[in-house]
């Protein structure tokens, strides 16, 4: 008879615990103003940088061909003997890394242009410079035309608009991994780490938002355990695609920040080698269907909308790093709330699991709550990074792993201002 009332008040006391737990996990921040910094070379991404011995480098810009926009050679390293000074390094102190060619239409190899976001630096390499760039990248169906053997590439019937008139396509965002051995100043193409087909891009008369056909791009990954972690935008259909069966609503339930990883030990031939979350685990493919994390979605209630909608509402373009003061993983991230990624508001997330050993805690993140507000501005590209400070050169921290104070920045854009630039510092309590 015991038994029976054991199991019931144990589960009880379980569940208080769990959620006194819970109830204590509340980090608090506040924005504290700052010396502006303002940065001189191109910045439309995460900043990818990294520690090359006492080096501090970073590597901002945009590479390769784009029919929209014009081919662009603005992807480029600067370095430093901290963050700060390298963040006002002048525009001459900016170089040209040497990068793969752009393959011909219907070779293999490198298509479209590409933007680092988070660089992954190999701890079996004592001199630093083995690095793995995860880079976003975007094409078109004339970039990257589809192919039926394959079911790579798009088709141009019913293509949706791009952002800059309406004779400018859409883009398609997918994410690839580049390497190099020499700290960043030439890279090899090693693949696609994750993409959408075809068969998922959001068409006319649907796609009415000037952003994205579909894919998956603006990523920020971090290691954990044996896998690299990659947190992404999610833009396509949760679904096949057709205009007759098209449902907005599972649009939305598809769209927002996701989280897909890959073996350390298969960065150098990552094509078809990464998972996404499906919901329950790893499972679904690299170009298959995922889950967003669930707590990061906005409800339909609070303004939550599709991606291919001009009342569009998602957050998007994360950046994520260890906090070493907090202990737990920082998000921050931005909202779109119309058409163009248009949105003055910059949030942030945590997630107090110290790894991702059990796939589910890549999932537990907290409610975004609102850090920045800029009325009038476009926010994009919101991001941590290190002080100038003894503690964080010492610690080697970028804006992957930082400590109780960092710089925030974040690209403000509205007509005759346009800069990457930090007006704040951001202070934690536990």
């Not at 002080?387 to 010492?394: A, H, Q």
Request: hydrophobic fraction near 35%; charged fraction near 20%; charge should be positive.
């Amino acid at each position: 008879m015991k038994k029976s009332y054991i199991k019931p008040f144990t589960f009880l006391i379980s569940i208080f615990f769990l959620s006194a737990f819970q109830a204590e996990f509340s980090p608090k921040f506040k924005l504290l103003p700052a010396e502006k910094i303002t940065f001189n070379s191109f910045v439309d991404c995460n900043m990818a940088e990294v520690w090359v011995g006492d080096t501090f480098r970073i590597f901002p810009g945009k590479y390769g061909e784009d029919p929209l926009w014009g081919d662009a050679r603005d992807l480029k390293y600067a370095d430093g003997a901290n963050a700060e000074a390298v963040f006002r390094s002048p525009k001459e102190n900016f170089h040209n890394p040497i990068m793969p060619e752009n393959a011909s239409v219907g070779k293999v190899g490198l298509h479209g242009a590409v933007w680092f976001e988070t660089v992954y630096q190999s701890p079996k390499d004592p001199s630093g410079k083995t690095l793995y760039a995860v880079y976003h990248n975007e094409n078109y169906p004339q970039t990257l035309p589809y192919n039926s053997k394959t079911k790579e590439g798009y088709q141009s019937k019913n293509w949706p608009q791009g952002i800059t008139g309406e004779t400018s396509p859409a883009a398609v965002c997918r994410i690839g991994i580049m390497k190099s051995l020499d700290g960043g100043k030439s890279w090899e193409n090693k693949g696609i780490f994750i993409e959408d087909l075809d068969d998922r891009m959001i068409l006319k008369p649907h796609n009415i938002s000037t952003t994205f056909a579909g894919g998956v791009g603006d990523p920020s990954a971090v290691a954990s355990g044996d896998f690299l972690y990659l947190f992404y935008g999610e833009y396509g259909y949760a679904g096949k695609y057709t205009e007759d069966t098209y449902n907005p609503s599972i649009e939305k339930a598809g769209q927002c920040i996701s989280v897909a990883r890959i073996a350390l030990k298969d960065l150098d031939k990552p094509q078809g080698k990464a998972k996404r979350w499906d919901g329950i685990g790893f499972n679904a493919p690299y170009n298959g269907i995922g889950k967003p994390i669930t707590s990061l979605q906005i409800p339909s209630a609070q303004g939550g909308g599709p991606a291919s909608s001009p009342k569009a509402g998602y957050h998007w373009g994360p950046s994520v790093s260890w906090n070493t003061y907090l202990n737990c993983w920082v998000m921050m991230m931005a909202k779109s709330v119309g058409k163009s990624w248009q949105g003055s508001e910059v949030y942030i997330s945590f997630n107090k699991n110290t790894n991702f050993e059990k796939p589910s805690k890549s999932q537990e993140w907290t409610k975004p709550q609102l850090v920045f507000s800029k009325p009038g501005y476009i926010l994009w590209y919101p991001s941590l990074q290190p002080l100038n400070t003894p503690e964080d050169i010492k610690a080697k921290n970028t804006c992957l792993k930082l400590g109780k104070r960092a710089r925030f920045f974040v690209k403000r854009i509205k007509p005759g201002d346009d800069e990457y630039a930090s007006e704040h510092i951001i202070e934690f309590e536990k």
